[in-house]
């Protein structure tokens, strides 16, 4: 089993930064594709950016490309994401996973293991 925990959100005002980080415990190992998702209030849950394991490969969505930066670091099993010159469109509720299944790392049935999430407010 995995445990995924994120950390780093909060309220910031519109241009400003963020860095969340996602701890990961238990067999979320670093071979996995891992990914983060937004979901905004009433919305469906979005992705945002995918690194692969070896952190060598990233996706993004084209919403937050050239804003957001993911990354990761095996050695202490967490997973960043670099969020610059925020806008009040990416507030939501911020979480981490695991990509298991195969099929698009855009899609959510492609992951099996959630963290609780972390809220990211912005104000503009």
């Known amino acids: 089993q995995a445990q995924l925990v994120e950390s780093g959100g909060g309220l910031v005002q519109a241009g400003g930064s963020l860095r969340l980080a996602c701890a990961a415990s238990?067999?979320?190992?670093?071979?996995?594709?891992m990914g983060w998702f937004r979901q905004a209030s009433g919305t469906e849950r979005d992705f945002v950016a995918a690194?692969?394991?070896?952190?060598?490969?990233?996706y993004y969505a084209d919403s937050v490309k050239g804003r957001f930066t993911i990354s990761r670091d095996n050695a202490k099993n967490t997973m960043y994401l670099q969020m610059n010159s925020l806008k009040p469109e990416d507030t939501a509720v911020y979480y981490c996973?695991?990509?298991?299944?195969?099929?698009?790392?855009?899609?959510?049935?492609?992951?099996?293991?959630w963290g609780q999430g972390t809220q990211v407010t912005v104000s503009s």
């Open positions: 996973a695991r990509k298991y299944y195969s099929g698009s790392f855009y899609a959510t049935r492609s992951y099996d293991y």
């Open positions: 238990g067999r979320a190992s670093s071979t996995y594709v």
């Open positions: 690194i692969s394991g070896s952190g060598g490969i990233t």
